[in-house]
Structures are given as structure tokens and as C-alpha cells.
């Protein structure tokens, strides 16, 4: 039974031959099979970030409000009155890539556990999706299987989905991702950490059987490129059971609510083995698993199989004998499996056990947390510049008709409304949703109090690719922007890092960018990184995605009644625009990609301090009831933004009609005179840059809103004013369009899907 | 107010009901309301005097949507009571157990578009001569919001002819302007129906979601109420 692996074995499992000596000296001698496999999730990028791990330091992760930092299942913020809110992004590319429906499914299912396994109640699902160009018939099934994923799991577990992004680029072709957050509610003081302790405490085992479904999900997927092996890998992709998932959460919540359990940590990529060795290690403690004893769904199964499966919906906690009959009691009243599977230990050991004889016998310490580290040499990427584009009228020749321009922005998949995939998702359950998907920010109140908390989803893998850097940066900025433009103080991120194969020096060079310009981000704003994960191997055939760094940002409330959204009000509301006026650049821009088809250039540098000023007012404007709607300014420019901000003035959520004038009663447009030192009219109208935000005030407030602003620049750009968005440049006429024909344009996704 | 004149409601919670307890804050923002949640394994209601079988997957509803659930304990309870003239609402999930269970008629398709749908509807109000319309007035518009994969009600055409002639069409799928053309109908119903109630009009099924519009301060606003009130008015006139 006791088989001896051999390096071959080793390197089949994906480990290096550095990595088998180093095995072998932990070991003192050949490992068994069983802990060879063991060894190959634990070390493997996935479960120890080896390739990351020394430079994610770099991030702030403590502040005031931070009751939990990086290291458990989710990062924990206090956010008042004694309510606390646990969040957690995660990616599931590569089974999404490889499988959508259920890569995308369990992704959700994976991340809403990492929150009720600190005791938090999932109050909230974000998801961040990249994909290739919707012309390719194969990205229309990867969006239409991804969406359908997280619809099919989420709306099960009765967890709103309210906000996200979703973006097109040829890069993310044969590597899309899927990156889902989650955050719950807790008190403060009931905080869960997955701490094993308690010497003969039971290890117990509660929720879904155990499968070969994903064996080897986090090493054969996470962690390797993709090629044309890509349909053999499908095995290892699970599947998902929102109907266990959401009994396992009344029964989890109400075993941690009752202390009935020490601790708790949930069964993701490398199954047993890590939730195991992951809780023995923060314990100082030991874990004696019987793998025979693990209900099975498949017979025959090996040990190695069971302690390696990633079956879905299951949870480890441990439990003190005394109490071993109530949590059986409650998960008998949830028809939830619970087996005790082994015992604490002093033995520092995850020892594992079949038929009573002992087949693995390995350090915890070594597993969770002592992965040997792997540093590539960054090299700076060739294709990078240092100026911006030359703007001339032979390489960007400027359109003869602005209108056509604008409705082309707004046809365009990146800009377009998302509708047709957040209307898959229950975005009102649980009766807290503040604002519905389709603005800045998704809002939620908590109930009791009159607090609120805002959430958004934010990078621009185009500006990454341009610069790191700048891009890394601008993606926190823009999260933080987003929040302050719905009335909310941005307080914590979590970050899901998206990047190509880390063996490589141009990665490993733009990972580290990235990481710096976020951190100097996160610094300035008072942001820390609660939480987060890496995803690299981002390839396929050798080509990389964009770097893709997610920023998944939480806002807070004292009093969410103040909360703000985009849409036009009043007729004859005053239109500003707060911040840089004249920043608009084509680099980067969706403008250049749409109508150019050019992706070039270097995006510029976010000015932090006067981003930090920007917010502010933004926020206290709010606060003070000063203003009646605000937008941030981001792709497509100054006249997507108005458009924007026009559109949704007649749309009150929803419907079952495509015509607008159906749909909603009324539509307010704008009558826009720009003034601007742009060379080009339709960089104005279209160019993009950092810390510009639209807002409108009635006539009364400009004065005070001015005032407000202090060094903040503020521009008076026209006023809400009949059903056609009117716009002129430098005293010449652009364009005149009704706005329900903007409201067209702008809903055209689906049409790409049918 | 005395506690005997407090009008008490039973939540019934499925493994895998996720509205159960939206339904049971939705009920507990009206004054002079108690709520109390059943265990779909049950074998008696206790003293409630209306019943609500709330939204979500019961079951996981893997197979058609209720077929498990209207096999639950509980389920030969709530069948009692509703024969002796209890008010039962179901909503979503719960409209569709009823229709399983054989207390309204009717049967619940997938949606057209094969699609989840989760948007504000416009539902218009056919009839108030029901428990759980009384309140609203004839033609109203109510806006709330559908979320379901399988709402596309059908009905064989005699039965449909007789729930015509009874009034048994409670609310249906509108435009803005109250019209009930196929543009305002968002997942294939039969002739926009939203939701139905049984011959003695006691027992009421809807598929959107009222419960998510009981509060103005929220996204789902506030007309769910006048559903709610509507049961509560009766349930007083009843008890005095």
C-alpha cells in the first residue's frame, strides 16, 4: 500500500526537480505517493503563491477600520455600529475557460464560502469577466456559459449579484477570466479565523460526498498555460450544487452562531489537503486524517484521490466531543452529511491514514506556509513606450460626423449596457439593494441601522498593458472614483491579480509595475488590501493576457439615504464637470480601439492628490445634498459620460420591452457647449483620462458646489434641457441626438448574441 | 392594539427557499403584523392565520420547479387549510408549488427567452375582488420585479375560459402605459398573466416578487405593500 514515489512521478505532477530534492530532505527520503501528491497542490503556484508571495508585501493591509488583513479566508473592514463586512475576490479562469457554465459556477460557490466560513452572512456577489471579441462565435458561448454559471448559482443561494464588469479584448481569446467577489455581514466580535486547536478534538467532515471530480484543479489548470490540450482538461473542472451550498450556509451559520464548532475552513483547490494543513499550521497543531472514512461518491477511489479531490460544498471544522452531538443534530435538520474523519493532534503533522495504516506523514508548516519561493528576473517588455501617441489627422483622421462617432462608442461591447447579463442575476434578494446594477456602484443598506456599504469591480487591462504601472494605479483610483461618485468613502480592496506565465521576465516585470502603482494607490487613498488572490498562467499558446490586476473596492455609509446615481433629474440642472478638463487623451482609449483599431500609445499618470481632493468634494457635495446626480468619466470620454447620464434618465429599472419610449416614460437630454484646449474636437468629446467626474446641481447650488471645490478644478458644460443630447465644441456644432436613439445604440449587446 | 388583534402569518421555509426571509421582513414592516416561519417537515400550521409559500429553488428544483416540495410534510397542512379557506399566497417558487400541489390551476413553463430574468415589471391589476387585492382599485399599476427562470404561466383553453369568466386573472404583465401587448410580457404567459387565484379566491399565486417592494427607501420601492395590506384588511374584517 505504502507506495514510493520517484522524481519521474515528480515532474509528471509538475514539480521541479529543485522541488523533489527539497521533498526528499523534508521527508528524510522518498516520499510516499500520497504525500507526493499532497506536496505537488500545496507547492503548486496556485495554493502557495511562489511567484508572488515577496512582492505582495509591498501592499498596505492595516488601517483603523481593518479587523482581519490578508491571510485568512476573507479580509474583515468594521464598518459601524458593531456590523463588520467580510469580502474576498477570487478568480476561476482556467475552469471557466475550459468549461464556462460550471467554471464560473463554483467560482461563485468557492468565494461565497471563504465568507460564511468566518461567520459572515453573504449579503453580496460581484463578478469581474474578460473576454475575447463577441465576433468569434466561441466567445459568445464563453459569455453566454459564464453568465448562465453565475446565474444558475447564485440566484439558487439566494445571493444578490449587483454589480461587476464585463470587457472584450482579442488578448483574453483563449484565456478569458472570471473573477467573483463576495462579502457578507458579521458583528465584529463573532469573527471565525481557521485555526485548528484543541488536542483530540474531532475533525469533522460536513456537506457534499467526496468525487474525483477535480482532481488536480488547481495544479493541471491553475497552474500551467493552455494549449491544444485544452478538452482533455475538462475532467478537471467540478461541478457545482447550489442546493447543498445554500443548506451548507444555514447550517454553517447556525453552528458558528451557536459556537458549536472551534473552527472552520472550507474545501477549495487541493480538496482536504490544504483545508487540513492550512488549519494545523495557523494552530501550531497536528491533524490525524482517515481518508478512509471520507463518504464517498465513487468507489475505488485512492487516497491520494480523496485527500487531492476538489469536490464542491464541503467544509473541515473542528469540534470539541462535547458538542459532536449537537452539530449532528444540526446537520441532520439540513440533510448534510457530517463525519468525523480524524482527531487534533500535538504532532505539528498532517498525518494521513488508510484502514489504520499510515500512508502520509508530512510537516503542516512545510505544506501551508513554507512552499519554497521563485523569483524571475523582471525584464522590462520591448513594445512598452515612454510618450503618447502623435494625434495627427494621417493617423487618426478625425470622423466627419460626431454623432455617428459617439453612437458607434456606445454600440461598442465594452461601453454597451451590460442589462443582458446582470437581468440573469437576482440583484434584489435579501431586500437590501439601495441600486440596482448599471451605475457606478451597487449600493446596500444595512438593516437595523442607517448605514449603507457600496461596492464596484474596476481595471482596465488595456492601460496595464500600456503601463503597468500608471494602469495598476489608475485601476484603484478608478474603484475609489466610482464609489465617491455614489456618495461612499472608499475604506478597503480586494484584489484579484490576472497575469500571464510568471517564468517569464516581461510578466514577472509587469506584475511588479502593477503591484507598485496599486500600492502607491492604495496608500494615498487609505485603502488597504484586505484580501485578494493571484491568478498567473493567463496564456494560451504562448500569448499572454492583458494584465488584468481587479481592484474590488468596499465604501461605507453613515447614512445611506444620501446615496447618488447618474441619471439626469431636473430640467434645467446645471451640468459640471469636476476635474481636469483638458485631460483627455486618445491612448489607451476605447475611442482609439473602436474606430482606430489601434491599441498604442502610454496612458497618463493619475495625479494622486488631486484625485484625492476630487473625491472628497465629490463625497461632501453629496453629503450635503448638493448635488442631483454624478458620474465618473471613464471609457469613451465626456460624451459617452453625458450619454450615460441621459440614457438612464428615463430608465427606472427594467422591463420587459426593447423600445424605450415603452419602457419609460421620459428621457432628459443635455444642451452641452465644451470650451477646451484640446487640439482636436473629438479628442475632447471622446479622449480619455483619470479624475474627471460629471455632476449636475440645480441652478441655486453651482455656487456653493464651486465653493466646495477649493483647487479642484469645476467646468460649467451646460445644463439638463429637452429629450436630444445637444452637444458643441469651442462654439461649433457636434452633434443632436434624441436621446431614446442614444438609448438604442447603447443596448445593442444582445444583438451580438443572437 | 391588543395582542389578540395582532394578524399572524406562517413562512414556510423548503430547504433551498431564499425569499423566505424577505417574506418574513416584508411582513414585519406593517404594524400590528407577527410572522412566524414553518419547517417544510411540519405536520401542523399552529395558530397562523395566512400562509406564505415564499421564493427560490426548494428542493435545489432540479426537476420541474415544486414537484419535490408539494411532497413535503407541510404540504398536506397547507392543502388543509387552504380547502377550509385559509389564505394562501404563493410567490415564485411558491406559486409554482401550488400549481404542483393541484390548488391552482395552471402550469409554469420555462421562460421564452430560456433565459433567468431578473426586472422591474409593470403588473396591472385586473380584479380586486380578491383577499389579496381589495386594496389596490381596478387598472392599477403596480411596479415590481419578476426574477425567475420558469414563469411563463399556460392553462388549457376551457379552464382559462372558466378562471375569465370567474375573475380568477388577478394581475397582469403591462407597459408603462398599461398595456398588455407581447412587448410588455417578459416570459411567454399566456395572455400576460402574472398571477391567479383558485375558484373560491382564497388561494393566490404570483410569480414577481412583492415582498421586494415593500420599502420606498430601496430599489424594488414600495407598491408590493397594497398585495400585503390587501391580506391584512382582510384578515381584520375577518377576525372582528
Same mark, same amino acid.
Given at each position: 500500500?505504502?507506495?514510493?514515489?520517484?522524481?519521474? $512521478?515528480?515532474?509528471?505532477?509538475?514539480?521541479?526537480?529543485?522541488?523533489?530534492?527539497?521533498?526528499?530532505?523534508?521527508?528524510?527520503?522518498?516520499?510516499?505517493?500520497?504525500?507526493?501528491?499532497?506536496?505537488?497542490?500545496?507547492?503548486?503556484?496556485?495554493?502557495?503563491?511562489?511567484?508572488?508571495?515577496?512582492?505582495?508585501?509591498?501592499?498596505?493591509?492595516?488601517?483603523?477600520?481593518?479587523?482581519?488583513?490578508?491571510?485568512?479566508?476573507?479580509?474583515?473592514?468594521?464598518?459601524?455600529?458593531?456590523?463588520?463586512?467580510?469580502?474576498?475576490?477570487?478568480?476561476?479562469?482556467?475552469?471557466?475557460?475550459?468549461?464556462?457554465?460550471?467554471?464560473?459556477?463554483?467560482?461563485?460557490?468557492?468565494?461565497?464560502? $471563504?465568507?460564511?466560513?468566518?461567520?459572515?452572512?453573504?449579503?453580496?456577489?460581484?463578478?469581474?469577466?474578460?473576454?475575447?471579441?463577441?465576433?468569434?462565435?466561441? #466567445?459568445?458561448?464563453?459569455?453566454?456559459?459564464?453568465? *448562465?454559471?453565475?446565474?444558475?448559482?447564485?440566484?439558487?443561494?439566494?445571493?444578490?449579484?449587483?454589480?461587476?464588469?464585463?470587457?472584450?479584448?482579442?488578448?483574453?481569446?483563449?484565456?478569458?477570466?472570471?473573477?467573483?467577489?463576495?462579502?457578507?455581514?458579521?458583528?465584529?466580535?463573532?469573527?471565525?479565523?481557521?485555526?485548528?486547536?484543541?488536542?483530540?478534538?474531532?475533525?469533522?467532515?460536513?456537506?457534499?460526498?467526496? *468525487?474525483?471530480?477535480?482532481?488536480?484543479?488547481?495544479?493541471?489548470?491553475?497552474? #500551467?498555460?493552455?494549449?491544444?490540450?485544452?478538452?482533455?482538461?475538462?475532467?478537471?473542472?467540478?461541478?457545482?450544487?447550489?442546493?447543498?451550498?445554500? !443548506?451548507?450556509?444555514?447550517?454553517?451559520?447556525?453552528?458558528?452562531?451557536?459556537?458549536?464548532?472551534?473552527?472552520?475552513?472550507?474545501?477549495?483547490?487541493? *480538496?482536504?489537503?490544504?483545508?487540513?494543513?492550512?488549519?494545523?499550521?495557523?494552530?501550531?497543531?497536528?491533524?490525524?486524517?482517515?481518508?478512509?472514512?471520507?463518504?464517498?461518491?465513487?468507489?475505488?477511489?485512492?487516497?491520494?484521490?480523496?485527500?487531492?479531490?476538489?469536490?464542491?460544498?464541503?467544509?473541515?471544522?473542528?469540534?470539541?466531543?462535547?458538542?459532536?452531538?449537537?452539530?449532528?443534530?444540526?446537520?441532520?435538520?439540513?440533510?448534510?452529511?457530517?463525519?468525523?474523519?480524524?482527531?487534533?493532534?500535538?504532532?505539528?503533522?498532517?498525518?494521513?491514514?488508510?484502514?489504520?495504516?499510515?500512508?502520509?506523514?508530512?510537516?503542516?508548516?512545510?505544506?501551508?506556509?513554507?512552499?519554497?519561493?521563485?523569483?524571475?528576473?523582471?525584464?522590462?517588455?520591448?513594445?512598452?513606450?515612454?510618450?503618447?501617441?502623435?494625434?495627427?489627422?494621417?493617423?487618426?483622421?478625425?470622423?466627419?460626423?460626431?454623432?455617428?462617432?459617439?453612437?458607434?462608442?456606445?454600440?461598442?461591447?465594452?461601453?454597451?449596457?451590460?442589462?443582458?447579463?446582470?437581468?440573469?442575476?437576482?440583484?434584489?434578494?435579501?431586500?437590501?439593494?439601495?441600486?440596482?446594477?448599471?451605475?457606478?456602484?451597487?449600493?446596500?443598506?444595512?438593516?437595523?441601522?442607517?448605514?449603507?456599504?457600496?461596492?464596484?469591480?474596476?481595471?482596465?487591462?488595456?492601460?496595464?498593458?500600456?503601463?503597468?504601472?500608471?494602469?495598476?494605479?489608475?485601476?484603484?483610483?478608478?474603484?475609489?472614483?466610482?464609489?465617491?461618485?455614489?456618495?461612499?468613502?472608499?475604506?478597503?480592496?480586494?484584489?484579484?491579480?490576472?497575469?500571464?506565465?510568471?517564468? !517569464?521576465?516581461?510578466?514577472?516585470?509587469?506584475?511588479?509595475?502593477?503591484?507598485?502603482?496599486?500600492? #502607491?494607490?492604495?496608500?494615498?487613498?487609505?485603502?488597504?488590501?484586505?484580501?485578494?488572490?493571484?491568478?498567473?498562467?493567463?496564456?494560451?499558446?504562448?500569448?499572454?493576457?492583458?494584465?488584468?490586476?481587479?481592484?474590488?473596492?468596499?465604501?461605507?455609509?453613515?447614512?445611506?439615504?444620501?446615496?447618488? $446615481?447618474?441619471?439626469? !433629474?431636473?430640467?434645467?440642472?446645471?451640468?459640471?464637470?469636476?476635474?481636469?478638463?483638458?485631460?483627455?487623451?486618445?491612448?489607451?482609449?476605447?475611442?482609439?480601439?473602436?474606430?482606430?483599431?489601434?491599441?498604442?500609445?502610454?496612458?497618463? $499618470?493619475?495625479?494622486?492628490?488631486?484625485?484625492?481632493?476630487?473625491?472628497?468634494?465629490?463625497?461632501?457635495?453629496?453629503?450635503?445634498?448638493?448635488?442631483?446626480?454624478?458620474?465618473?468619466?471613464?471609457?469613451?470620454?465626456?460624451?459617452?459620460?453625458?450619454?450615460?447620464?441621459?440614457?438612464?434618465?428615463?430608465?427606472?429599472?427594467?422591463?420587459?420591452?426593447?423600445?424605450?419610449?415603452?419602457?419609460?416614460?421620459?428621457?432628459?437630454?443635455?444642451?452641452?457647449?465644451?470650451?477646451?484646449?484640446?487640439?482636436?474636437?473629438?479628442?475632447?468629446?471622446?479622449?480619455?483620462?483619470?479624475?474627471?467626474?460629471?455632476?449636475?446641481?440645480?441652478?441655486?447650488?453651482?455656487?456653493?458646489?464651486?465653493?466646495?471645490?477649493?483647487?479642484?478644478?469645476?467646468?460649467?458644460?451646460?445644463?439638463?434641457?429637452?429629450?436630444?443630447?445637444?452637444?458643441?465644441?469651442?462654439?461649433?456644432?457636434?452633434?443632436?441626438?434624441?436621446?431614446?436613439?442614444?438609448?438604442?445604440?447603447?443596448?445593442?449587446?444582445?444583438?451580438?448574441?443572437? | 392594539?391588543?395582542?389578540?388583534?395582532?394578524?399572524?402569518?406562517?413562512?414556510?421555509?423548503?430547504?433551498? =427557499?431564499?425569499?423566505?426571509?424577505?417574506?418574513?421582513?416584508?411582513?414585519?414592516?406593517?404594524?400590528?403584523?407577527?410572522?412566524?416561519?414553518?419547517?417544510?417537515?411540519?405536520?401542523?400550521?399552529?395558530?397562523? &392565520?395566512?400562509?406564505?409559500?415564499?421564493?427560490?429553488?426548494?428542493?435545489?428544483?432540479?426537476?420541474?420547479?415544486?414537484?419535490?416540495?408539494?411532497?413535503?410534510?407541510?404540504?398536506?397542512?397547507?392543502? =388543509?387549510?387552504? &380547502?377550509?379557506?385559509?389564505?394562501?399566497?404563493?410567490?415564485?417558487?411558491?406559486?409554482?408549488?401550488?400549481?404542483?400541489?393541484?390548488?391552482?390551476?395552471?402550469?409554469?413553463?420555462?421562460?421564452?427567452?430560456?433565459?433567468?430574468?431578473?426586472?422591474?415589471?409593470?403588473?396591472?391589476?385586473?380584479?380586486?375582488?380578491?383577499?389579496?387585492?381589495?386594496?389596490?382599485?381596478?387598472?392599477?399599476?403596480?411596479?415590481?420585479?419578476?426574477?425567475?427562470?420558469?414563469?411563463?404561466?399556460?392553462?388549457?383553453?376551457?379552464?382559462?375560459?372558466?378562471?375569465?369568466?370567474?375573475? &380568477?386573472?388577478?394581475?397582469?404583465?403591462?407597459?408603462?402605459?398599461?398595456?398588455?401587448?407581447?412587448?410588455?410580457?417578459?416570459?411567454?404567459?399566456?395572455?400576460?398573466?402574472?398571477?391567479?387565484?383558485?375558484?373560491?379566491?382564497?388561494?393566490?399565486?404570483?410569480?414577481?416578487?412583492?415582498?421586494?417592494?415593500?420599502?420606498?427607501?430601496?430599489?424594488?420601492?414600495?407598491?408590493?405593500?397594497?398585495?400585503?395590506?390587501?391580506?391584512?384588511?382582510?384578515?381584520?374584517?375577518?377576525?372582528?
Amino acid at each position: 500500500m505504502k507506495h514510493t514515489a520517484t522524481l519521474s $512521478d515528480a515532474l509528471k505532477l509538475g514539480l521541479t526537480e529543485p522541488e523533489w530534492h527539497a521533498i526528499c530532505g523534508i521527508q528524510g527520503g522518498e516520499p510516499t505517493y500520497v504525500e507526493l501528491a499532497i506536496y505537488s497542490l500545496m507547492w503548486s503556484e496556485h495554493c502557495s503563491y511562489k511567484h508572488s508571495r515577496p512582492i505582495l508585501k509591498r501592499f498596505p493591509t492595516s488601517g483603523p477600520r481593518i479587523l482581519q488583513g490578508p491571510g485568512e479566508n476573507a479580509g474583515i473592514i468594521d464598518v459601524g455600529d458593531g456590523w463588520a463586512v467580510a469580502m474576498k475576490i477570487e478568480s476561476h479562469n482556467h475552469p471557466s475557460a475550459v468549461e464556462p457554465f460550471q467554471g464560473a459556477a463554483t467560482g461563485v460557490g468557492g468565494i461565497v464560502r $471563504d465568507i460564511f466560513t468566518m461567520g459572515a452572512r453573504p449579503i453580496v456577489s460581484l463578478d469581474s469577466l474578460r473576454f475575447g471579441e463577441l465576433t468569434e462565435p466561441r #466567445q459568445r458561448f464563453l459569455l453566454d456559459g459564464v453568465v *448562465g454559471g453565475i446565474a444558475h448559482y447564485g440566484n439558487c443561494l439566494g445571493v444578490p449579484t449587483v454589480g461587476g464588469e464585463i470587457s472584450f479584448e482579442p488578448s483574453y481569446e483563449g484565456n478569458c477570466l472570471v473573477n467573483a467577489m463576495c462579502a457578507g455581514l458579521i458583528r465584529a466580535d463573532n469573527i471565525v479565523r481557521a485555526i485548528a486547536s484543541g488536542v483530540g478534538n474531532h475533525v469533522v467532515l460536513i456537506g457534499s460526498k467526496t *468525487g474525483r471530480d477535480g482532481i488536480g484543479g488547481a495544479s493541471v489548470l491553475a497552474s #500551467q498555460e493552455f494549449d491544444e490540450t485544452l478538452e482533455e482538461k475538462r475532467p478537471s473542472v467540478q461541478v457545482g450544487d447550489p442546493f447543498t451550498e445554500k !443548506k451548507l450556509i444555514e447550517a454553517c451559520l447556525e453552528l458558528l452562531g451557536r459556537t458549536l464548532v472551534v473552527s472552520m475552513q472550507d474545501l477549495g483547490a487541493a *480538496g482536504l489537503t490544504s483545508s487540513s494543513s492550512e488549519m494545523a499550521s495557523k494552530g501550531h497543531v497536528g491533524l490525524d486524517i482517515h481518508a478512509d472514512r471520507v463518504p464517498l461518491r465513487e468507489q475505488d477511489m485512492e487516497p491520494w484521490e480523496i485527500m487531492i479531490s476538489e469536490s464542491q460544498e464541503r467544509m473541515l471544522t473542528i469540534v470539541t466531543p462535547e458538542y459532536l452531538a449537537d452539530v449532528q443534530e444540526v446537520c441532520d435538520r439540513w440533510d448534510l452529511d457530517c463525519t468525523v474523519i480524524g482527531a487534533v493532534t500535538d504532532s505539528k503533522m498532517l498525518r494521513t491514514y488508510w484502514h489504520g495504516e499510515l500512508v502520509g506523514d508530512i510537516p503542516a508548516r512545510r505544506l501551508a506556509d513554507e512552499a519554497p519561493v521563485v523569483r524571475t528576473p523582471p525584464v522590462r517588455p520591448a513594445y512598452l513606450v515612454d510618450d503618447p501617441v502623435a494625434v495627427t489627422n494621417e493617423t487618426y483622421p478625425q470622423p466627419p460626423d460626431l454623432g455617428a462617432a459617439l453612437l458607434e462608442l456606445l454600440a461598442a461591447p465594452n461601453i454597451a449596457s451590460k442589462r443582458w447579463a446582470y437581468e440573469q442575476y437576482d440583484y434584489i434578494v435579501q431586500a437590501n439593494t439601495v441600486q440596482i446594477p448599471g451605475s457606478d456602484a451597487a449600493v446596500l443598506r444595512i438593516k437595523g441601522t442607517r448605514r449603507g456599504i457600496a461596492f464596484t469591480t474596476d481595471c482596465n487591462g488595456r492601460h496595464c498593458y500600456l503601463d503597468p504601472y500608471r494602469g495598476g494605479k489608475a485601476a484603484v483610483a478608478e474603484a475609489a472614483r466610482n464609489l465617491s461618485c455614489v456618495g461612499a468613502l472608499p475604506v478597503a480592496v480586494t484584489d484579484c491579480l490576472n497575469f500571464g506565465n510568471p517564468e !517569464k521576465g516581461e510578466i514577472a516585470w509587469q506584475f511588479e509595475q502593477a503591484v507598485e502603482g496599486m500600492a #502607491q494607490a492604495c496608500e494615498t487613498l487609505e485603502t488597504p488590501v484586505v484580501s485578494g488572490n493571484v491568478s498567473f498562467y493567463n496564456e494560451s499558446f504562448g500569448n499572454a493576457i492583458y494584465p488584468t490586476p481587479v481592484v474590488g473596492m468596499l465604501g461605507v455609509y453613515d447614512d445611506v439615504a444620501v446615496h447618488m $446615481d447618474h441619471r439626469f !433629474k431636473n430640467e434645467g440642472d446645471v451640468v459640471l464637470l469636476l476635474g481636469a478638463a483638458d485631460a483627455a487623451f486618445m491612448d489607451g482609449s476605447e475611442y482609439q480601439k473602436v474606430r482606430f483599431g489601434r491599441v498604442e500609445g502610454r496612458v497618463p $499618470d493619475v495625479d494622486m492628490e488631486l484625485e484625492k481632493a476630487l473625491q472628497a468634494v465629490l463625497r461632501e457635495a453629496i453629503h450635503r445634498r448638493l448635488l442631483k446626480s454624478a458620474h465618473d468619466c471613464a471609457e469613451g470620454g465626456l460624451a459617452v459620460a453625458l450619454a450615460e447620464c441621459a440614457i438612464a434618465s428615463g430608465a427606472t429599472g427594467g422591463g420587459a420591452s426593447a423600445d424605450p419610449e415603452a419602457r419609460s416614460p421620459r428621457f432628459l437630454g443635455a444642451q452641452i457647449e465644451l470650451s477646451t484646449a484640446v487640439s482636436r474636437a473629438d479628442l475632447g468629446l471622446f479622449g480619455e483620462g483619470p479624475s474627471r467626474v460629471v455632476v449636475t446641481v440645480a441652478p441655486e447650488q453651482e455656487h456653493a458646489v464651486r465653493e466646495l471645490a477649493g483647487s479642484v478644478p469645476v467646468t460649467r458644460l451646460g445644463h439638463v434641457a429637452g429629450t436630444s443630447l445637444v452637444i458643441g465644441v469651442n462654439g461649433r456644432h457636434a452633434f443632436d441626438i434624441p436621446v431614446p436613439d442614444l438609448y438604442r445604440a447603447f443596448e445593442s449587446l444582445p444583438v451580438h448574441l443572437t | 392594539m391588543s395582542n389578540s388583534s395582532r394578524v399572524r402569518f406562517g413562512v414556510v421555509v423548503f430547504p433551498g =427557499s431564499n425569499c423566505d426571509a424577505d417574506s418574513y421582513h416584508a411582513l414585519t414592516t406593517f404594524p400590528g403584523v407577527t410572522a412566524s416561519y414553518l419547517w417544510h417537515k411540519d405536520t401542523s400550521l399552529g395558530d397562523v &392565520q395566512a400562509i406564505v409559500l415564499p421564493g427560490g429553488f426548494s428542493y435545489g428544483d432540479y426537476l420541474r420547479c415544486g414537484a419535490i416540495a408539494r411532497f413535503s410534510p407541510i404540504m398536506r397542512a397547507v392543502t =388543509s387549510f387552504a &380547502q377550509a379557506g385559509g389564505l394562501v399566497l404563493g410567490i415564485c417558487n411558491g406559486f409554482q408549488i401550488l400549481v404542483e400541489a393541484g390548488l391552482l390551476p395552471g402550469a409554469l413553463l420555462r421562460n421564452t427567452g430560456l433565459k433567468f430574468i431578473c426586472h422591474y415589471v409593470n403588473l396591472r391589476v385586473e380584479t380586486t375582488a380578491t383577499p389579496f387585492t381589495r386594496a389596490c382599485s381596478e387598472g392599477q399599476l403596480l411596479r415590481v420585479v419578476v426574477k425567475h427562470n420558469d414563469g411563463n404561466y399556460t392553462v388549457d383553453a376551457p379552464t382559462l375560459e372558466r378562471m375569465r369568466t370567474n375573475g &380568477q386573472i388577478v394581475l397582469r404583465y403591462a407597459d408603462a402605459k398599461g398595456g398588455t401587448g407581447a412587448d410588455a410580457n417578459p416570459n411567454g404567459a399566456l395572455e400576460n398573466i402574472a398571477a391567479v387565484c383558485n375558484e373560491t379566491r382564497n388561494v393566490f399565486g404570483m410569480m414577481p416578487h412583492p415582498e421586494n417592494s415593500v420599502e420606498t427607501a430601496l430599489a424594488g420601492g414600495g407598491d408590493g405593500r397594497h398585495l400585503f395590506q390587501s391580506m391584512i384588511d382582510h384578515l381584520r374584517e375577518q377576525a372582528s
